[in-house]
């Protein structure tokens, strides 16, 4: 879960093949601008439907391609993408319905496999192209905006399967990389391509040499844990016409082992202590949604400043680090906040095609309450790694001490039907790189891994853990997260996040650091002295979460992270 909401998103297209001779009928529009003060993205050519409208068969977006305008000066574009979203019209002037076959990956959407259920309808294609612009360095502003042109199939209406031709289906959403450390994995398929005469097909699948298993309704169906070595899924969809198998193949490997941070010549490794010098819970401020980093001195002064990873000047993070009060150390540490998650204002947030950093292919739904973010399919590690190498290179050439990467729990709303393995297999590879550049990492939410987690981090943040009551181990023990049962501090699995704070290292010899947030907005905890029910005051709080030998450096934020809110335990100041 994150706190820095800005406004809305948009997905890249992916290029693809057209078939030969293609002809379409097309009913392009214009270019309309969101922002009269910006120009809008520039299109040459206009948009058309390439391909043969039938059930099974790909179908391409065609004939304009999109470029940046030039930009008034002092604007700068922080990112170009296009979008394809497929609909289903029941004329060639609406309504119309999303596609049958509509996959999570709209970046990635600029072909498509015409669905059963689009027999009968003509289809349509809006494609937008995206600027996203800033406009100004400090407070950082930017502006989105939008073109767009969209065809219409209008000469005829998407054919039906050929009749007595074995149905048809593929995977879709992502599949394993070819050598993974996850050891369980989740596949979707399409909805069978079928000739309505021959049947409804049976779909059935295999994982290795083991039975054959109806499909779910869902499309999605697990494979159950793996062990090391060559795996193979296959799934056959079969009718009256005869049946047609598809199939994927991959390496189970082992996990890396967890590297501990390894000091550089750039950087010596700070392990945030659970513990300060005066034995409590070391302090912090969280202010990621600043551009400039607000310093806190006097009573309210801290040791930790968790903020921003691209906003964040080098002179600033100089400053923190050799001017800036601090509570108990002689100046603060800094945080470099980092988000795994796609975030179209970053500068690295263009899609291949475009220059940057991400694959469309690995972009999938947009972050709940976060229109401007997208969900990354973190099974696409190879692909990935260039965009996580250069924002840890950045945090540790602009001096940080130590990295929060943010949205480390995809939801099962991200479109690509993860595991924890395939998480654990993410996650192992990029704590292990930050170690390598001197950084140490903070695990951020995702209790039902923090067992595991501490052993590739060295302190964690969390959110709401009051709110949800999920801050100790015991809180939570008994209850069953996907394969996961989550038990005491003494049991294998504790989902608490007293197992950072008992976590007893060389390095880290009082526990490892917990950082824990409330926000004003849940209407829970209360402001200090302010009369409320007792388990909602703040000293009740405090001394829940604060207060014991295991709890956090506990906090009432405002959820905007603005630095408008600091109410830090014991009593507010």
């Given at each position: 879960?994150?706190?820095?909401?800005?406004?809305?998103?948009?997905?890249?297209?992916?290029?693809?093949?057209?078939?030969?001779?293609?002809?379409?009928?097309?009913?392009?529009?214009?270019?309309?601008?969101?922002?009269?003060?910006?120009?809008?993205?520039?299109?040459?050519?206009?948009?058309?439907?390439?391909?043969?409208?039938?059930?099974?068969?790909?179908?391409?977006a065609?004939d304009?391609?999109?470029?940046?305008?030039?930009?008034?000066?002092?604007?700068r574009?922080?990112?170009f993408?296009?979008?394809?979203?497929?609909?289903?019209?029941?004329?060639?002037?609406?309504?119309?319905?999303?596609?049958a076959?509509?996959?999570?990956?709209?970046?990635?959407?600029?072909?498509y496999?015409?669905?059963?259920?689009?027999?009968?309808?003509?289809?349509?294609?809006?494609?937008?192209?995206?600027?996203?612009?800033?406009?100004?360095?400090?407070?950082?502003?930017?502006?989105?905006?939008?073109?767009?042109?969209r065809?219409?199939f209008?000469?005829k209406?998407?054919?039906?399967?050929?009749?007595?031709?074995?149905?048809?289906?593929r995977?879709?959403?992502g599949?394993?990389?070819p050598?993974?450390?996850?050891?369980?994995?989740?596949?979707?398929?399409?909805?069978?391509?079928?000739?309505?005469?021959d049947?409804?097909?049976?779909?059935?699948?295999?994982?290795?040499?083991?039975?054959w298993?109806?499909?779910?309704?869902?499309?999605?169906?697990?494979?159950?844990?793996?062990?090391?070595?060559?795996?193979?899924?296959?799934?056959?969809?079969?009718?009256a016409?005869?049946?047609?198998?598809?199939?994927?193949?991959?390496q189970?490997?082992?996990?890396?082992?967890?590297?501990?941070c390894?000091?550089?010549?750039?950087h010596?490794?700070?392990?945030?202590?659970?513990?300060?010098?005066?034995?409590?819970?070391?302090?912090?401020?969280?202010?990621?949604?600043?551009?400039t980093?607000?310093?806190?001195t006097g009573?309210?002064?801290?040791?930790?400043?968790?903020?921003?990873?691209?906003?964040?000047t080098?002179?600033?993070?100089?400053?923190?680090?050799?001017?800036?009060?601090?509570?108990?150390l002689?100046?603060?540490?800094?945080?470099?906040?980092l988000?795994?998650?796609?975030?179209d204002?970053?500068?690295?947030?263009?899609?291949?095609?475009?220059?940057?950093l991400?694959?469309?292919?690995?972009l999938?739904?947009?972050?709940?309450?976060?229109?401007?973010?997208?969900?990354?399919?973190?099974?696409?590690?190879?692909?990935?790694?260039?965009?996580?190498?250069?924002?840890?290179?950045?945090?540790?050439?602009?001096?940080f001490?130590?990295?929060?990467?943010?949205?480390?729990?995809?939801?099962?709303?991200?479109g690509?039907?993860?595991?924890?393995?395939?998480?654990?297999?993410?996650?192992?590879?990029?704590?292990?790189?930050a170690?390598?550049?001197?950084?140490?990492?903070?695990?951020?939410?995702?209790?039902?891994?923090?067992?595991?987690?501490?052993?590739?981090?060295d302190?964690?943040i969390?959110?709401?853990?009051?709110?949800?009551?999920?801050?100790?181990?015991?809180?939570?023990?008994?209850s069953?997260h996907?394969?996961?049962?989550?038990t005491?501090?003494?049991?294998?699995?504790?989902?608490?996040?007293?197992?950072?704070?008992t976590?007893?290292?060389?390095?880290?010899?009082?526990?490892?650091?917990?950082?824990?947030?409330?926000?004003?907005?849940?209407r829970?905890?209360?402001?200090?002295?302010?009369?409320?029910?007792?388990?909602?005051?703040?000293?009740?709080?405090?001394s829940?979460?604060?207060?014991?030998?295991?709890?956090?450096?506990?906090?009432?934020f405002?959820?905007?992270?603005?630095?408008?809110?600091f109410y830090?335990?014991p009593?507010?100041?």
């Amino acid at each position: 879960m994150r706190r820095f909401s800005i406004a809305m998103a948009v997905a890249a297209l992916v290029l693809c093949l057209v078939p030969a001779g293609a002809q379409a009928s097309g009913a392009g529009g214009r270019a309309q601008p969101q922002d009269g003060t910006i120009p809008p993205p520039v299109a040459t050519g206009t948009l058309a439907i390439g391909g043969f409208p039938q059930d099974g068969r790909t179908v391409s977006a065609v004939d304009v391609t999109w470029r940046p305008p030039a930009l008034p000066t002092g604007y700068r574009l922080l990112s170009f993408n296009v979008a394809n979203v497929w609909e289903a019209c029941a004329t060639p002037h609406g309504p119309c319905v999303p596609g049958a076959d509509t996959t999570a990956t709209p970046f990635a959407a600029g072909c498509y496999v015409v669905g059963h259920a689009d027999t009968g309808s003509y289809l349509r294609v809006i494609e937008t192209a995206t600027e996203v612009v800033q406009t100004e360095a400090v407070p950082f502003t930017f502006k989105v905006v939008h073109a767009s042109q969209r065809a219409t199939f209008g000469s005829k209406t998407v054919a039906a399967y050929p009749a007595g031709v074995a149905p048809s289906t593929r995977f879709v959403n992502g599949t394993p990389e070819p050598r993974t450390g996850s050891t369980s994995e989740n596949f979707q398929v399409q909805a069978p391509h079928y000739a309505t005469s021959d049947g409804v097909p049976d779909q059935e699948y295999q994982v290795d040499a083991g039975p054959w298993t109806p499909v779910p309704s869902t499309e999605v169906f697990p494979t159950g844990t793996l062990g090391l070595g060559t795996h193979s899924v296959r799934v056959r969809v079969s009718n009256a016409a005869g049946s047609r198998t598809i199939s994927y193949s991959w390496q189970v490997v082992p996990l890396p082992a967890p590297v501990s941070c390894v000091s550089t010549s750039l950087h010596t490794c700070w392990f945030p202590p659970h513990l300060d010098s005066t034995g409590h819970p070391m302090r912090w401020d969280w202010q990621i949604g600043l551009t400039t980093p607000l310093e806190r001195t006097g009573a309210s002064a801290v040791d930790i400043y968790d903020i921003d990873g691209f906003l964040t000047t080098p002179a600033e993070l100089d400053a923190i680090h050799s001017q800036w009060q601090a509570a108990t150390l002689p100046h603060p540490k800094a945080i470099c906040y980092l988000d795994l998650a796609w975030e179209d204002y970053r500068p690295d947030g263009s899609t291949f095609q475009y220059g940057g950093l991400f694959p469309g292919s690995a972009l999938g739904n947009v972050y709940f309450g976060y229109p401007q973010e997208r969900w990354v399919d973190f099974r696409q590690l190879a692909a990935l790694t260039p965009m996580l190498d250069a924002r840890m290179a950045m945090c540790a050439a602009k001096g940080f001490d130590s990295i929060e990467f943010d949205d480390i729990q995809p939801a099962r709303s991200s479109g690509f039907n993860l595991t924890s393995g395939d998480i654990q297999n993410y996650l192992a590879s990029t704590f292990n790189t930050a170690h390598r550049l001197g950084l140490t990492v903070l695990w951020k939410n995702n209790g039902t891994l923090s067992w595991w987690g501490r052993q590739y981090s060295d302190g964690a943040i969390v959110e709401e853990c009051y709110v949800y009551h999920e801050c100790f181990s015991s809180w939570v023990a008994g209850s069953t997260h996907g394969a996961i049962t989550c038990t005491t501090l003494s049991g294998p699995t504790p989902c608490g996040w007293d197992d950072f704070t008992t976590d007893v290292t060389p390095q880290q010899p009082t526990g490892k650091w917990v950082g824990e947030a409330e926000y004003k907005q849940d209407r829970v905890v209360c402001d200090p002295g302010q009369p409320c029910r007792p388990h909602r005051e703040f000293s009740t709080y405090c001394s829940i979460v604060y207060g014991r030998a295991s709890g956090f450096a506990a906090v009432k934020f405002d959820v905007d992270l603005d630095g408008s809110l600091f109410y830090p335990c014991p009593n507010g100041t």
